[in-house]
């Protein structure tokens, strides 16, 4: 019996160390075919594509920048060519396009996913295949504290979003503020840094209540409840797009008009059906419709007329990381993932359609513009814009 567990074991043993030369294996054959290539240079782009909501138009930024840079000649020679994988919006799905995406030795680069909560899983499948991979949208800080040499990530993390959100309510003077926030890693981390914050500045969290996703509507009603008979300042909710919108119908239907911070952009489809019930709604944005800045101001136009519709935050992002790659591309004169990695996280004061910020040792943003949007007179206007 003891040498049978001891075969057992050493048979684990075996498995494990030929799955991690594996993996060895294909980051060096990865590597050796990217800096010997010469043909197209083969990227993919995978996230919950077969869905109808705003992440999904995340794929219009990718295929628009892949076209710009192909028509103008492409990168040292040579043309784009995308694989665009579906990862269902599931983890599942994720880890699955993941493992398919990085076991074709040929592909230098992926961008997606379209969430936190599917990219997480996926970043470290790249990372053990040696490939490149840029995330247009996640904002979990967790995604840069994995030490992953070959991450590069766009999104204004969750940290900061929360601490500019705590930061304006000081501004605004509102001293007691009552939170509501989506059990899940995004909402209680987004609370916990936003009641950090809050603790500083002086501001008081008079009740933190969260929802489960999918129950907020039953959740909600009872919140609203509750809070109907607190007299507080200001409203924070740290939650998904469909359960703000319900947050904000509820509340505003029990009769509590205060104003309402959140991290969570509304499409247009929902701000039609919110109306006035969005005055005094104060959201985070990292893209302006209507911005100054020239750049951001074509690739606006250019977007509405290939697809009949302003874009999102979700298309200006991931748009802007085909561009960032080919910037890496560009400065490391090679396509080879380590190279292009490296190079990024040197790039300084680079100007994006969102505006100007560099990308750090850990690759993540520095100083990319945050956008505070107010609701007023039927529209989202800007309010305040802050540098991180």
């Not at 800045?293 to 992002?317: C, M, T, V, W």
Request: overall charge neutral.
């Amino acid at each position: 019996m003891k040498n049978n567990s001891f075969f057992v074991i050493c048979c684990a043993a075996l498995s494990i160390l030929a799955f991690s030369c594996q993996k060895a294996d294909m980051a060096d054959e990865r590597a050796k075919r990217a800096g010997e290539s010469t043909g197209d240079i083969r990227i993919a782009a995978v996230g919950a594509w077969g869905r109808d909501n705003d992440e999904a138009k995340a794929w219009n930024g990718i295929e628009m920048a892949v076209e710009e840079i192909n028509k103008t000649g492409g990168i040292l020679g040579r043309k784009f060519l995308v694989v665009k994988k579906d990862d269902k919006g599931t983890v599942e799905g994720a880890v699955l396009a993941a493992e398919e995406i990085s076991g074709d030795p040929d592909i230098v680069a992926v961008i997606g996913h379209t969430s936190s909560f599917t990219t997480m899983p996926s970043s470290r499948v790249y990372e053990a295949k040696g490939l490149l991979h840029i995330s247009p949208i996640a904002s979990s800080p967790e995604l840069l504290e994995q030490n992953n040499k070959l991450i590069i990530d766009v999104q204004v993390t969750t940290d900061m979003a929360a601490k500019y959100l705590a930061e304006f309510a000081r501004d605004r003077g509102y001293g007691e503020i009552a939170m509501s926030y989506v059990y899940d890693d995004y909402g209680t981390r987004f609370a916990t840094e936003f009641d950090k914050a809050s603790a500083q500045f002086g501001i008081k969290i008079i009740d933190s209540m969260p929802y489960w996703l999918g129950e907020g509507n039953d959740n909600f009603d009872s919140i609203a409840r509750k809070w109907k008979n607190f007299d507080f300042d200001a409203m924070l909710l740290a939650g998904h797009p469909k359960d703000t919108e319900a947050f904000i119908t509820k509340v505003r239907q029990a009769g509590i008009n205060k104003p309402i911070l959140t991290d969570t952009a509304l499409n247009a489809a929902a701000v039609a059906r919110c109306g006035k019930n969005l005055n005094g709604v104060v959201t985070t944005s990292y893209f302006d419709i209507e911005p100054e800045n020239r750049i951001a101001q074509e690739f606006i136009k250019a977007y509405r007329d290939k697809y009949g519709l302003s874009p999102s935050r979700y298309s200006a992002n991931s748009y802007e990381a085909v561009k960032l790659l080919a910037e890496g591309m560009r400065k490391a004169q090679s396509t080879v993932p380590a190279k292009v990695a490296t190079a990024l996280r040197t790039v300084k004061d680079w100007q994006g359609i969102s505006g100007q910020y560099s990308i750090g040792k850990d690759g993540g943003i520095e100083g990319k513009p945050v956008l505070l949007m107010e609701f007023r007179n039927g529209k989202f206007v800007l309010v305040k814009v802050k540098s991180l």
